[in-house]
């Protein structure tokens, strides 16, 4: 077996991995990203829907955008259509071409001094006296396997994670946390060209929702998710799609196709070990509400990459040095998570009857100060002083 030696090793390439591997490089660190496919980005497993705060955490190059969005509209299960839209913005997100994007990030990471490598797939985790110590991998190519020794392990390796699982730390997700997906990427479709569509109904996506997201020239994402545990022989979320692409774009065509399965369960309890971190979907740092996590997985790999050089500086690798990250991130978004957890056990609770309710009490046009859910619901709030009474009300 080949032996090769970092200070980091970051298994897995997508927003989460490149970030983490970029900061890490920055802040002078030898650093390796590992990523099992042979092309970063692909397959694209994503709707690709960003709000404008991704700017945050990288400049926006416009070859990774396919269209700006001006806000959302949302439809209730009997149709009743609420649009949000941020004063005076132009523009408040992105739909992203990923496998541009990925590849992308991946390139800031090399350029930072992070070394990239593709077909290259961890299977396993190296123990040293309970400190995760580096990741044995197998190239894909030449069949040969690695020890990758590194002071720390960045588990990025997104919803299947099994790095997590390696160090100790327990990521299952029972089924009832988890939306199995499909999308087909259409052409040839007319939709709107300046929001993003989603669509709520227990007939449409049981325990999800439906999404079109454009693309531009006549295309778009057209997808949905529905709970796994709902998910059965011929209702499965392919089925759930096909239908509404047949009602919606009889006419259209479909270009690719796409399965994939998002967290929706809120973080693991702990994100870190000795000489170990998860980001990204393997942390579960997913909104449960949206089923978006890009942004966590930038923000989560910014916060990993900078608390890992420190630790390398201290040459203390401990689950407690490494804490530091579990408490940053939490700081960060920690709230954000538990509010859109908090919310999505509130809407599985609601009958249709009940949603209709609720979209009737906000029909129309919303226009926020921001393209955020914190002031969204603010709006909410302001506009239907009773609403979350109602809500109760309806629970209980
Ligand atoms: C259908 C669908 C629609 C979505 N839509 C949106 C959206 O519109 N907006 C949004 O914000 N989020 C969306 N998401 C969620 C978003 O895609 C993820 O939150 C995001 O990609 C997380 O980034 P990540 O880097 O943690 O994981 P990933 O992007 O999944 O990257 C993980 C990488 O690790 C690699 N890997 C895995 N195991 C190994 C291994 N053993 N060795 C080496 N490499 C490995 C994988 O090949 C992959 O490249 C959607 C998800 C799905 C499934």
Known sequence: MNEEKYDVVVVGAGPAGSITAKTAAERGLDVLLIER?????????????????????????????????????????????????????????YVLERRIFDKGLAQEAARAGAEVRVKTQAYGVVNDGGYAKGVYARTTEAEADIRISADVVVGADGVESRVGKWGGIDTTLRLADVATCAQFLMCDVEVNNEYCEIFFGDDLAPKGYA??????????????????????????????????????????????????????????????????????????????????????????????????????????????????????????????????????????????????????????????????????????????????FKLVRMIF
């Open 37 to 93: 496919n042979p092309e970063i980005g692909v397959p694209v497993k994503c709707g690709e829907c960003v709000s404008k705060e991704i700017g945050r955490f990288v400049d926006i190059d416009r070859r990774w955008v396919c269209a700006g969005i001006r806000g959302t509209i949302t439809y209730g299960p009997d149709g009743t259509k609420v649009i949000l839209s941020v004063e005076g913005a132009e523009e408040v997100g």
């Open 211 to 388: 999404w079109i997201f454009p693309k531009g020239d006549h295309c778009a994402n057209v997808g949905l998710g529905i709970g796994a545990d709902v998910s059965s022989g011929n209702h499965c979320a392919r089925d759930y799609l096909n239908a509404f692409v047949g009602g919606k774009f009889p006419n259209g065509k479909i270009i690719a196709e796409m399965y994939g399965a998002v967290p929706l369960s809120g973080p693991v309890y702990e994100t870190v070990a000795n000489g170990l971190i998860l980001v990204g979907d393997a942390a579960r740092h997913v909104n449960p509400i949206t089923g978006g996590g890009i942004l966590e997985a930038m923000q989560g790999g910014e916060i990993a990459g900078d608390v890992i050089a420190k630790a390398v500086q201290e040459n203390d690798f401990s689950k407690r040095r490494l804490r530091e990250y579990e408490k940053r991130w939490r700081k960060e978004f920690g709230k954000v998570l538990k509010a859109g957890l908090n919310t999505k056990n509130i809407v599985l609770g609601l009958s249709s009857q009940d949603l209709n309710r609720f979209f009737h009490a906000l029909e129309g046009e919303m226009i926020t100060k921001e393209f955020s859910n914190r002031a969204l619901l603010k709006e909410i709030i302001k506009r239907n002083p009773r609403i979350l």
